[in-house]
């Protein structure tokens, strides 16, 4: 080496030595860690114990990182500082984020109803983020003197971002907690004055709220609000004074509603003196309202309409409703609007409503402000969207939706609820997720690798920054911190290299590589030019990959995205190595930011029921996500997990990716595994895991939640009782009776039409009245085979009442009588009794087309609550 290189050499080693000690230095951060014994100063060492503290001693521009856990005793109505970011979710290193599996939890549930005053306040603050928590039980409105927004209240002109944040059962309620007292708006969030927010990648769950906006609200607009609702989820949503998800009649504002998910809203709203209804999903006057690729599902309406548009005032204003699935809603009847979309008088506002799909929802089909049926024009259409698992919440559609490559291009929407870029056909899907389940990604990212170097510059440059995402942002762009990346040691003799361990092999489909990317890279170069790439399964045979391509030079900027892409051409490794062979500046020091890797996802994946599920109906029908290469599939199941595991459990080989088992015996656990083949392949087979899920203990015949005022889902057009029902849209030619003596329900003007006090499980029973001979029925259509799965008994809850004149009680299983055997005096008991049937043969199980509920004699009144099937019946309390 001569006198230059030496000298070169010394440089490059001290310029990056400075540059590792000033990249060390940046924004203060404060630490909170629920669990440990005492609170500290908020350093990483000595974290704070609550979260309130370490708001109370931030300034502005800190960022305070939350380890994850449950947090239980903060204060109600923090208030946060300008350009502050509370992050949750944290390991205990607070070096990565995992909110899936160590989520922070703030649960207000502590607090008093007098103490509730909701968990986070941002009063005429700028660029605040609130991302990865879950905030719970958080509620305002009934200490007095409160306002709006149960988990958050954003107000007085501020802007920031609320990311990944779940609400769950947050609540608006009546100030002073009165129904004279001001119902309070916004069940989660309440955004006003001429607030700016991003909402992004939140759900909103059970959140209600007795004013307006059981899940969001914005209101007193002064300039107008400026609201971006992307990727939510909206489900079990309420409103009593308006729309159960997002409502904000303030003229002034704008808002966006784009790739969410609203599902099963229009949930009943407690109130003091019992139970409210809700109204619509979505009531919006902002001049400039946008609604694309939403999907809405499942959902009640009782104001006779979805989506209510009132008009802005505003001559320039717009709506748009575009690429949205509207299905299986219900609207109710009776009322001035029984409609998808309510125009409000007077309303003159551009409305666009275009390429979307309509399915099975009540009330009139969808109308334009004219009044003309907006069905065949402009794109919408009515089908079938044929959601992959309903059920389970997966509403990708599948093979054959008419909704599939039926959307607009928009260009405020380039990807789908779950990051998918759209479109994955020729053209956008309809509805929030793009693309269907077998239509998988090329390949998937390894997550669990483990990184070793032949050395490193210093304990904090070792190999492990590579693949920790640290200095990556949401868009995948790296920082020029180097203490955010690897840096071999100065001096090293070649060769010099970095390595790559997976948890398995993998079929690997290619590399991406961020180079060194320090802001002195242009100086120093101490970036990869050219490198060598071998991969190995075992770790000591290795294959060097073809044609490794020049690794690009970083320019040393914050926004650097991969710069180099290596295909692997699903070479079989567990393990991969780098070694490098020259860099950017000339020297023999190297330094990479990050280094993902890709597989092809030739496993099973995705299991429906999910993996460990409990619960699960023994008519499940077995799904994953095939392997990409699977010409078949084996399926093991059985309850022997070794068994299954060896795969000596008996096969079954199928084509599609689903399977159903027959007769899953109830209260059972099963071991199942998936073996993808292609003989046309190398390897042929790739086995899957072992997964398991556990049958349900019973099978519910009637839990009577499903019944509500509206018709068709009033219990007595179900159980048909002595009156029968009158004729309506949906029943044309009424209801006969069957001329007996029984009532089921009450009296729908009255008030609930199901007994919510006297319940045995969930929220509400049947009233049964009884005069003489009495009996409500029930029509099974399809008929129930009631002999599979291990099923003995049929059991059933009933409670009297003591002023009850009792009579024999019986049910009637297709005509087969099967008398209550024990006293009739339990029938003036206000206690619930559990009856156990021994289901008789002669009653014909393989195909029960009706259940009786029966009196032969007496007066009175009956409750009747979850009727069950069971292969051993439980004991009785």
Same mark, same amino acid.
């Given at each position: 080496?001569?006198?230059?290189?030496i000298?070169?050499?010394?440089s490059?080693t001290s310029?990056?030595s400075?540059?590792?000690l000033a990249?060390a230095s940046?924004?203060?951060?404060?630490?909170?860690?629920?669990?440990?014994?005492?609170?500290g100063n908020?350093t990483?060492?000595?974290p704070?114990?609550?979260?309130a503290?370490?708001i109370?001693?931030?300034i502005?521009?800190?960022?305070?990182?939350i380890a994850?856990?449950?947090y239980?005793?903060?204060?109600?109505?923090?208030s946060l500082?300008?350009?502050?970011t509370?992050?949750g979710s944290?390991d205990?290193?607070f070096?990565?984020v995992?909110?899936?599996n160590?989520?922070t939890?703030?649960?207000?549930?502590?607090?008093s109803?007098?103490?509730?005053?909701?968990?986070?306040r941002?009063q005429?603050?700028?660029?605040f983020?609130?991302?990865?928590l879950i905030?719970?039980n958080?509620?305002?409105?009934?200490?007095?003197?409160?306002?709006?927004? +149960?988990?958050?209240?954003?107000q007085?002109?501020?802007s920031?971002?609320i *990311? =990944?944040?779940w609400?769950? #059962? !947050? /609540?608006?309620?009546?100030e002073?907690?009165?129904?004279t007292g001001?119902?309070?708006d916004g069940g989660a969030?309440?955004i006003?004055?001429a607030s700016?927010?991003l909402?992004?990648?939140?759900?909103?769950?059970g959140?209600?709220?007795?004013g307006r906006?059981g899940?969001?609200?914005?209101?007193?607009?002064g300039?107008g609000?400026n609201?971006?609702?992307h990727?939510?989820?909206?489900?079990n949503c309420?409103?009593?004074?308006?729309?159960?998800?997002?409502?904000?009649?303030?003229?002034?504002?704008?808002?966006?509603?784009?790739?969410?998910?609203?599902?099963?809203?229009?949930?009943?709203?407690v109130?003091?003196? +019992?139970?409210?209804t809700?109204n619509?999903e979505i009531?919006?006057?902002? *001049? =400039?309202?946008?609604?694309? #690729? !939403? /999907?809405f599902?499942g959902s009640?309406n009782?104001?006779g309409y979805?989506?209510?548009f009132a008009?802005?005032?505003?001559?320039?204003a717009?709506k748009?409703?575009?690429?949205?699935?509207?299905?299986n809603?219900?609207?109710?009847?009776?009322?001035t609007?029984?409609?998808?979309?309510?125009?409000?008088?007077?309303?003159?506002?551009?409305?666009k409503?275009?390429?979307n799909?309509?399915?099975?929802?009540?009330?009139?089909?969808?109308?334009d402000?004219?009044?003309?049926?907006?069905?065949?024009?402009?794109?919408?259409i009515?089908?079938d969207?044929?959601?992959?698992?309903?059920a389970?919440?997966d509403?990708?559609l599948?093979?054959?939706s008419?909704?599939?490559?039926?959307?607009?291009?928009?260009?405020l929407?380039p990807?789908d609820?779950?990051?998918t870029?759209r479109?994955v056909?020729?053209?956008?899907d309809i509805?929030?997720l793009?693309?269907?389940?077998?239509?998988?990604?090329?390949?998937?990212?390894i997550s669990?690798?483990k990184?070793?170097a032949?050395?490193s510059?210093?304990?904090d440059?070792?190999p492990e920054?590579t693949?920790?995402?640290s200095?990556l942002?949401?868009?995948d762009q790296?920082?020029?911190?180097i203490?955010?990346?690897?840096?071999?040691a100065g001096g090293q003799?070649?060769?010099v290299?970095?390595?790559?361990e997976?948890?398995?092999?993998?079929?690997l489909d290619?590399?991406?590589?961020?180079?060194?990317?320090?802001d002195?890279?242009?100086?120093?170069?101490?970036g990869v030019?050219t490198?060598?790439?071998?991969?190995?399964?075992d770790?000591l045979?290795?294959t060097a990959?073809p044609?490794?391509?020049?690794?690009a030079?970083?320019?040393?900027?914050?926004?650097?995205g991969?710069g180099i892409?290596v295909?692997?051409?699903?070479?079989?490794?567990?393990?991969?190595?780098?070694?490098?062979?020259?860099?950017?500046?000339?020297?023999?020091?190297?330094?990479?930011?990050?280094?993902?890797?890709?597989?092809?996802?030739?496993?099973p994946?995705?299991?429906?029921?999910?993996?460990?599920?409990?619960?699960v109906?023994?008519?499940?029908?077995l799904?994953?996500?095939a392997?990409?290469?699977?010409?078949?599939?084996q399926i093991?199941?059985?309850?022997?997990?070794?068994?299954?595991?060896?795969?000596t459990?008996?096969i079954a080989?199928v084509?599609?990716p689903?399977y159903?088992?027959v007769?899953l015996?109830?209260?059972?656990?099963?071991?199942?595994?998936v073996?993808e083949?292609?003989?046309?392949q190398?390897?042929?087979?790739?086995?899957?895991?072992?997964w398991?899920?556990?049958?349900?203990?019973?099978?519910?015949?009637?839990?009577f939640e499903r019944?509500?005022n509206n018709?068709?889902?009033r219990?007595?057009?179900?159980?048909?009782?002595?009156?029968?029902?009158?004729?309506?849209?949906f029943f044309?030619n009424?209801g006969?009776?069957n001329?007996?003596?029984?009532?089921?329900?009450?009296?729908?003007?009255?008030?609930?039409?199901m007994e919510r006090?006297i319940?045995?499980g969930?929220?509400?029973?049947m009233?049964l009245?009884y005069?003489?001979l009495?009996e409500?029925?029930?029509t099974f259509?399809p008929?129930?085979?009631?002999?599979q799965?291990?099923?003995k008994?049929l059991v059933l809850?009933?409670r009297?009442?003591?002023?009850?004149e009792?009579?024999?009680l019986?049910?009637?299983?297709?005509g087969?009588?099967?008398?209550y055997?024990?006293?009739?005096?339990?029938?003036?008991?206000?206690?619930?009794?559990?009856?156990?049937?021994?289901?008789p043969?002669?009653?014909?199980?393989?195909?029960?087309?009706?259940?009786?509920?029966?009196?032969?004699s007496?007066r009175?009144?009956?409750?009747i609550?979850?009727?069950?099937?069971?292969?051993?019946?439980?004991?009785?309390?």
């Open positions: 080496m001569n006198r230059s290189q000298l070169l050499k010394a490059i310029i990056v400075a540059i590792f990249s940046y924004s203060a951060v404060l630490y909170v860690d629920g669990s440990v014994a005492a609170t908020g990483q060492a000595a704070f114990k609550t979260i503290e370490a109370a001693a931030s502005t521009g800190d960022e305070i990182r994850g856990g449950t239980e005793n903060e204060p109600a109505n923090m500082k300008t350009q502050l509370i992050s944290y205990r290193s070096s990565k995992d909110f899936t160590n989520p939890v703030i649960d207000m549930a502590r607090l109803e007098q103490q509730q005053n909701r968990t986070f941002c005429a603050i700028s660029s983020t609130i991302q990865n905030i719970k958080s509620s305002t409105g009934e200490s007095g003197n409160t306002t709006n927004g +149960g988990a958050i209240l954003v007085n002109g501020s920031g971002t *990311r =990944r944040v609400f769950i #059962n !947050c /609540t608006a309620q009546f002073g907690g009165v129904l001001p119902a309070r969030l309440c006003r004055d700016n927010v909402i992004e990648d939140c759900v909103f769950d959140c209600t709220a007795v906006g899940a969001i609200n914005m209101r007193n607009a300039a609000n609201v971006r609702i990727r939510c989820l909206f489900t309420g409103s009593r004074g308006g729309a159960s998800a997002i409502h904000d009649l303030d003229g002034t504002s704008q808002v966006e509603i784009i790739n969410c998910i609203f599902a099963n809203n229009g949930v009943d709203v109130i003091p003196t +019992g139970i409210a809700s619509c009531s919006l006057a902002d *001049r =400039r309202a946008v609604i694309y #690729n !939403c /999907t599902v009640n009782p104001a979805m989506f209510d008009d802005s005032s505003d001559a320039s717009t748009e409703f575009i690429n949205c699935i509207v299905a809603n219900n609207i109710a009847s009776g009322l609007t029984f409609a998808i979309f309510r125009y409000a008088s007077g309303y003159n506002d551009t409305t409503i275009q390429n799909l309509f399915f099975s929802n009540s009330g009139l089909g969808p109308l402000p004219t009044g003309a049926s907006i069905v065949g024009a402009n794109g919408n009515v089908g969207p044929q959601f992959f698992d309903a389970n919440g509403y990708h599948s093979s054959g008419p909704g599939v490559d039926a959307g607009q291009t928009l260009s929407v990807n609820f779950a990051g870029i479109p056909g020729k053209a956008y509805g929030a793009e693309g269907q389940p077998d239509m998988a990604p090329p390949s998937y990212q669990k690798i990184a070793t032949s050395s510059l210093n304990a440059s070792g920054k693949v920790d995402g200095g942002n949401e868009l790296h920082d020029t911190k203490v955010n990346m690897w840096v071999s003799q070649g060769p290299w970095i390595q790559y997976f948890d398995a092999v993998y079929k290619q590399i991406w590589v961020w180079n060194s990317n320090s002195l890279e242009w100086l120093v170069g101490l030019k490198a060598t790439i071998e991969y190995s399964v770790g045979t290795w990959l044609n490794v391509p020049e690794f030079r970083a320019q040393g900027k914050p926004d650097y991969p892409i295909d692997l051409a699903g070479a079989l490794a567990r393990f991969v190595r780098i070694t490098c062979t020259s860099s950017w500046g000339g020297s023999g020091q190297y330094s990479l930011s990050e280094v993902r890797f890709f597989y092809i996802p030739v496993w994946t995705t299991p429906r029921p999910t993996d460990g599920a409990t619960g109906l023994p008519d499940i029908t799904s994953w996500k392997g990409a290469e699977a010409a078949s599939h093991h199941l059985g309850t022997d997990m070794q068994a299954v595991a060896n795969s459990s008996p080989t084509s599609q689903t159903t088992p007769n015996q109830l209260g059972t656990t099963y071991y199942w595994k073996v083949v292609n003989q046309a190398s390897p042929v087979a790739w086995e899957g895991k072992v398991r899920f556990t049958t349900s203990q019973y099978i519910v015949i009637d839990d019944y509500t018709s068709p889902n219990v007595f057009q179900t159980w048909i009782d002595g009156l029968g029902f009158s004729a309506d849209e044309p009424g006969a009776g001329g007996t003596g029984a009532t089921v329900g009450y009296d729908p003007a009255a008030g609930p039409i006090t319940v045995h969930g929220r509400q029973s009233p009245s005069n003489g009495s409500t029925t029930r259509e008929a129930q085979d009631w002999s799965h291990g099923i008994t809850y009933f009297g009442d003591p002023t009850n009792p009579g024999e019986y049910v009637k299983i297709n087969f009588k099967v008398t055997s024990g006293n009739m005096t339990d029938l003036t008991l206000d206690q619930w009794r559990q009856w156990n049937i021994a289901l043969s002669a009653a014909g199980l393989g195909a029960v087309r009706t259940l009786t509920i029966g009196l032969a007496g009175g009144i009956l409750y609550d979850d009727i069950r099937l069971y292969s051993t019946a439980p004991v009785a309390n």
